[in-house]
């Protein structure tokens, strides 16, 4: 999304602490996330954008601005329902093609393929765009980050398992591997701008205890660490010091420690890549 994003994921990646990430192409720093990402053996995948959410900075989509993607100033639309509500089914299948050859020309070995904001999957009306994502992933033999249940998740009120039974089905059909859950902690600070706000430490509890939790089967944990420096409190409206958390909590020693203590396996989405392509 930004250079602060860049730098903490970077390190991260080659340090060993993350497994995998996503690079949003649509946006102003993705040249430099491109170009490490090309040139390293890191599991990086496309993460599709249709969104773009925040008041001073924002993207637009490569295949250009006279299409239903965009809002009155020429950017993607700021929130999912806008997305659900006004976006046509042909241009969303070219625009996230577009974002897929974008990386692929730029040389980066694609593992798979996720989304920004939950805007493909139906969450606000029930109108999906699962269909144009499973095909371009089927195309390109990627996995997708879609889980099979709501099981730990953190949504919205609403038949989501439904939704959810519906696209793995129609993913199993195509043979696009998909994860059993998807979890994460919340995107802010509890109490964030108030005295209660909670410390690094309140988070790394919470954390460490999403870890314990994890069942068998394989689990995606994810989380959206950068630099909490100036460069993204001018980017983000909120939640700037809950990525500098997570930045400093994925190198805590103290989560490799229940990783280790709880029998976890950590794969990367290459290893998924490779069961949905017959490699292993």
């Not at 959410?53 to 020429?74: K, N, Q």
């Not at 930045?247 to 805590?252: F, H, I, K, Q, T």
């Amino acid at each position: 999304m930004c250079r602060a994003a860049n730098r903490a994921v970077s390190e991260l990646l080659l340090a060993g602490r993350i497994d995998s990430a996503t690079l949003m192409v649509p946006c102003a720093w993705a040249p430099e996330a491109l170009a490490f990402a090309a040139t390293h053996p890191v599991d990086v995948g496309v993460h599709l954008v249709l969104t773009s959410e925040w008041t001073r900075y924002r993207w637009r989509p490569l295949t250009g601005g006279g299409t239903s993607l965009v809002d009155d100033a020429g950017y993607f639309h700021r929130d999912v329902l806008a997305v659900e509500q006004q976006a046509r089914e042909e241009d969303v299948a070219a625009e996230l093609a577009a974002q897929v050859d974008a990386a692929l020309a730029a040389g980066v070995d694609v593992t798979h393929l996720d989304n920004h904001m939950g805007s493909v999957y139906g969450l606000e009306t029930g109108r999906s765009f699962l269909p144009q994502v499973l095909g371009l992933a089927a195309r390109h033999g990627l996995p997708f980050r879609l889980p099979r249940t709501t099981d730990g998740m953190l949504l919205p009120p609403g038949d989501v398992q439904g939704l959810l039974d519906e696209a793995t089905a129609a993913a199993d059909a195509l043979g696009v591997v998909l994860v059993d859950r998807l979890w994460t902690h919340p995107f802010e600070l509890a109490g964030e701008g108030t005295v209660e706000e909670e410390d690094y430490e309140d988070v790394r509890s919470g954390f460490l205890d999403l870890l314990r939790r994890v069942p068998a089967g394989v689990t995606e944990i994810y989380l959206h660490p950068m630099l909490d420096d100036d460069e993204l409190g001018d980017v983000a409206d909120y939640g700037v010091a809950k990525r500098g958390f997570e930045r400093r909590l994925l190198a805590d020693p103290a989560v490799s420690a229940v990783v280790a203590e709880e029998g976890l396996v950590r794969v990367g989405w290459r290893d998924l890549r490779a069961v949905q392509r017959g490699e292993r």
